[in-house]
């Protein structure tokens, strides 16, 4: 399935988080950036520890982050924002995410691929 780098606290996210949820959109949730105890140790970004596979994928570190199997993006109308790893492709702009998966619902024909 589609894995789906977030935060719950990111309203950017939350926008990907609903549009996967009003398409029926199968996906794993992945919690990825976790609020440090400590603000004032050393690490983490902007006093948050990321998950380490959103920083190889999307080394900025920013949620929403959708990682996609690369069979999944072949028909995407917005193929070209995607960036392509060996294994995986990857989207993470709030309203791209948005988009691609509107035309990816549309793609597989309906809603949740019905």
Not at 63 to 80: A, C, D, M, R, W
Not at 108 to 114: L, R, S, T, W
Request: negative net charge.
């Amino acid at each position: 399935p589609i894995k789906f780098y977030s935060a719950w606290f990111c309203p950017y996210a939350q926008r990907a988080w609903i549009t996967l949820e009003h398409l029926s959109i199968p996906y794993e949730y992945v919690e990825s950036l976790t609020v440090r105890s400590n603000q004032n140790s050393e690490g983490g970004h902007h006093g948050y520890d990321k998950h380490p596979r959103l920083l190889e994928i999307n080394p900025k570190g920013l949620v929403p982050t959708l990682e996609f199997p690369l069979e999944t993006t072949n028909n995407s109308s917005i193929g070209k924002k995607l960036h392509h790893l060996k294994d995986a492709a990857v989207l993470s702009d709030s309203i791209d995410c948005m988009e691609f998966l509107n035309s990816y619902v549309i793609d597989k024909g309906g809603v949740g691929g019905e």
